[in-house]
Nanobody
Framework: QVQLGESGGGLVQVGGSVRLSCQVS??????????MGWFRQGPGKEREFVAA????????DYPDSGKGRFIISRDIAEDTGYLQIDSLKPEDTAVYYC???????????????????WGQGTQVTVSL
């Protein structure tokens, strides 16, 4: 059974930074045999794509709105993914979810339906 667990969320001031972590565990689901993505869902909003990374970390993808402020990375040996968000804005307030997929290891997509495994989410609240 695959499990994803996010951590690192909390209350952060505008202009600050936060680094979220996603620990992946599960038999045969180790050492990067999956691609990863991050999504978020703000209050009253639909879940939206934030970033994606290939199985080996060599390819990343961001929506135009997130380029320059969001950095996705991963530690294959530790089966951990990361999302750093800089220059936080109030509209970044959301529950952030990490997700994993074996459907497309090289170029994981932007749709939530393209990811089979999900974490429970971690709340990030940006205060003025």
């Amino acid at each position: 059974q695959v499990q994803l667990g996010e951590s690192g969320g909390g209350l952060v001031q505008v202009g600050g930074s936060v680094r979220l972590s996603c620990q992946v565990s599960g038999r045969s689901f180790t050492f990067g045999t999956y691609a990863m993505g991050w999504f978020r869902q703000g209050p009253g909003k639909e879940r939206e794509f934030v970033a994606a990374i290939s199985w080996n970390g060599g390819w990343t993808d961001y929506p135009d709105s997130g380029k320059g402020r969001f950095i996705i990375s991963r530690d294959i040996a530790e089966d951990t993914g990361y999302l750093q968000i800089d220059s936080l804005k109030p509209e970044d307030t959301a529950v952030y979810y990490c997700a994993a997929t074996r459907k497309n290891l090289l170029y994981p997509g932007r749709g939530s339906e393209e990811y089979e495994y999900w974490g429970q989410g971690t709340q990030v609240t940006v205060s003025l």
